[in-house]
């Protein structure tokens, strides 16, 4: 229903694309639209932390990606799909209480994504121009590959005081059907 809420409030502009473009098409449709430098970027089913703002203006970065905290009571998809990152991300679970600077060398044993991103603009369009040649349809992994290129430009900063509350698909099938999804995105990047 986020069409039905951002009606709700007159001094948010509202894109509304008639058909589904893919996240990057989406994401590029509203930084082009933005009027200020900063781009703060949320995925849907999501509750913003309050203090989300003050944070980003402490940490001070061009980059700085969130992290995104499950709800409070989790499913056995939850349980089970958190149980396969702590095991694939060991590294960053024991550092996640600080601030992470994403790197090349790094760049695989870190969750990253765009879930919640900061990014000053003019940078973002940089890397817009960088990644044009790749294919970033609705089917992509724009995300891990906008990342990578990121960071080959500025400093990225995984932050825990950035952060949100996403809330996971609610039924099993909902849950499968996004996990297959998200799969052969990643196998596109990697």
Request: proline content about 2%.
């Amino acid at each position: 229903n986020t069409v039905d809420v951002i009606r709700r409030f007159s001094f948010v502009k509202l894109i509304d694309l008639s058909n589904n473009v893919g996240r990057y098409a989406a994401r590029k449709k509203g930084a082009e639209a933005a009027r200020y430098e900063n781009i703060l970027f949320i995925d849907a089913r999501s509750v913003v932390d309050p203090n989300i703002l003050s944070a980003l203006d402490q940490i001070n970065e061009k980059i700085v990606i969130g992290h995104s905290l499950g709800r409070d009571r989790l499913n056995w998809f939850e349980t089970f799909y958190g149980a396969i990152r702590r095991r694939v991300f060991s590294q960053f679970i024991q550092k996640s209480n600080k601030p992470i600077i994403l790197s090349e060398k790094n760049f695989e044993t870190m969750p990253k994504g765009t879930t919640v991103l900061y990014v000053v603009k003019d940078l973002l369009f940089k890397i817009y121009a960088k990644v044009s040649t790749e294919d970033m349809g609705k089917d992509s992994s724009d995300d891990t590959k906008m990342l990578r290129v990121l960071i080959g430009e500025s400093i990225a900063v995984i932050h825990p005081d950035v952060k949100i509350i996403n809330f996971a698909r609610d039924s099993f099938f909902e849950s499968i059907k996004h996990l297959l999804m998200r799969g052969a995105k990643f196998v596109d990047y990697y």
